[in-house]
């Protein structure tokens, strides 16, 4: 039985494009690989967001050279954004590279690996550039890779992600992704709750919908256009599931209607993602984000009137082209101000066919980008450090995902288990918040009550509040906290590459 190994980088979108491909090839008789020693087949599956993600693939592509000329018969795969921006590029630098599939032509991958396999040299397939053809055009070559699901492929059988739409038309211009994932395309409403009750029927809890604007989402049938808001009334009323997420949001499409779905619909946590990426109106000028600060403030605001207990919670991007210390300083007052639950803070990396890569030079120095990096970040933390500490005394209802980072480290380190079966586990409260416990391991999958004792900017530490065998009860949401972040949850196949920073 062939076994391939894969190692994911970068956002929720290409933890699931990897699940996706992984369950297609184990229908073709494939099996996971312990280590890419053991492997018959090794994919990368890249992020081009910044220039980091990209260079931690190329170390990747390196090391596993050696692999390839020891056992020609590897196939090395490079999937995803990497593979849409670069093409041929990836070839020229990694010749031992036999697969390079973009992200639009996921569903390709089993039979261009058969053809690999059988001799047929290497392949590359990659959707069309955004001004290679019309619009209709370019968007059938980005075809949606939406496949059967297979439960044990996914980083826990509870959880899950489902794909809302594909693509982004927003362009804004320091980010690859409208060019990497090509337009927007929404997902059919009838085809998001037939997968989502598939998913519920294997046993899933908590769904996280995902589009690079899920907010935007749109989809017309006959007249009527259904929005998010109407697809989370259609979710909530799925029997057995228990939670709904959904990243990210973009600032203009955040209307009111979906703010009262959010306060309205039970199972929807209120946990939402909206980045601002900066505080100065010239800086989201040049960034092309379509909105001013004044009105990000009012859709805030409209937020906190409606879900006065919500996280929110946003991305930055520091050291964009002609950033001044007086425009930094705007985006420092916002965090400040705003009580984000947290903030992904990217210092700006300038990206080859965005427009600010054409016309504005990244003139702020490497030294200054990581001086705003760091201050900011110290802001946010002190921001969410305060924001913990009220949950302190309150019992909070938490689905646990697993062991903590320091068992899941001593887990890898070899440690036995405990004598009693417990660990210290982790968990997340409907407001996306981390909340670290001792519990046994049964527990993981279950909702649970825990008594917060101790709160830091980014995790509670709490106690059990019920017998082990009342907890997990999925009828009794407890406590005034809702729910998630993109967490970066790793495949169990995945190696150590992680989010794409
Ligand atoms: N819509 C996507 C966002 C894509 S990129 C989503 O689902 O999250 C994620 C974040 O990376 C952006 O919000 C932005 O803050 C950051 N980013 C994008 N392009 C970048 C660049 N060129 N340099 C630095 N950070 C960038
Ligand atoms: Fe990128 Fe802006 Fe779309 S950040 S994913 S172009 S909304």
Request: hydrophobic residues 40%; neutral net charge; contains cysteine.
């Amino acid at each position: 039985m062939p076994r391939l190994w894969i190692e994911t980088v970068g956002c929720q979108m290409n933890v699931l494009d990897s699940e996706l491909v992984v369950a297609a090839l184990r229908r073709q008789g494939w099996d996971l690989a312990g280590t890419t020693a053991e492997a018959d087949a090794v994919f990368y599956n890249t992020c081009s967001v910044r220039q980091h993600a990209e260079d931690k693939v190329y170390s990747a592509l390196g090391r596993i050279r050696l692999e390839k000329e020891r056992r020609p018969g590897l196939v090395v795969g490079v999937l995803g954004c990497m593979a849409q921006k670069d093409q041929a590029l990836v070839r020229s630098r990694a010749p031992w590279v036999d697969l390079v599939v973009g992200p639009g032509q996921l569903h390709r991958v089993p039979l261009l690996v058969e053809a690999i396999r059988s001799g047929g040299g290497p392949q590359v397939e990659v959707a069309l550039g955004r001004t290679a053809g019309s619009r209709a055009e370019i968007a059938r070559s980005f075809e949606s890779y939406d496949p059967d699901r297979d439960p044990t492929m996914r980083p826990n059988p509870f959880q899950a992600f489902l794909r809302t739409q594909t693509g982004c038309d927003k362009f804004c211009s320091f980010c690859v992704v409208p060019h990497v994932r090509g337009p927007e395309q929404a997902r059919a409403p009838d085809t998001i709750l037939a997968e989502a009750r598939r998913l519920v029927a294997e046993g899933c809890r908590e769904i996280t919908l995902i589009g690079q604007t899920v907010n935007s989402y749109a989809w017309s049938d006959g007249g009527r256009t259904s929005r998010l808001a109407d697809l989370l009334g259609r979710l909530d009323a799925v029997d057995g599931l228990d939670r709904i997420r959904f990243v990210t949001n973009y600032p203009r499409d955040m209307t009111a209607d979906l703010v009262a779905a959010v306060r309205d619909l039970p199972k929807v946590c209120p946990y939402l993602h909206v980045p601002a990426q900066h505080g100065s109106d010239a800086v989201l000028a040049r960034m092309r984000r379509g909105y001013t600060i004044g009105e990000y403030r009012e859709m805030f605001a409209m937020v906190r009137a409606a879900l006065p207990h919500a996280a929110v919670t946003s991305d930055f991007i520091v050291g964009f082209c002609g950033e001044t210390d007086a425009e930094f300083q705007t985006t420092l007052d916002l965090v400040r101000e705003s009580g984000f639950k947290n903030s992904f803070i990217f210092k700006y990396s300038p990206r080859p066919g965005t427009k600010a890569f054409q016309r504005q030079p990244d003139d702020v120095p490497e030294g200054v980008k990581k001086e705003r990096h760091r201050v900011l970040l110290d802001a946010q933390t002190e921001v969410s450090r305060a924001g913990n500490q009220p949950f302190v005394g309150t019992r909070q209802q938490v689905l646990v995902e697993g062991l903590s980072v320091r068992d899941e480290k001593r887990e890898a380190a070899g440690a036995p288990p405990s004598a009693d079966g417990s660990a210290q586990l982790t968990g997340r409260t409907r407001c996306d918040r981390i909340v670290v416990f001792d519990a046994p391991l049964r527990m993981v999958g279950r909702l649970v009550d825990i008594d917060i004792v101790t709160a830091g900017p980014w995790s509670l530490g709490g106690l059990v509040a019920e017998p082990a065998a009342a907890a997990g009860d999925p009828a009794s949401p407890s406590g005034g906290d809702r729910p998630q972040q993109l967490h970066a949850i790793r495949l169990p196949t995945a190696g150590s590459l992680g989010r794409g920073e």
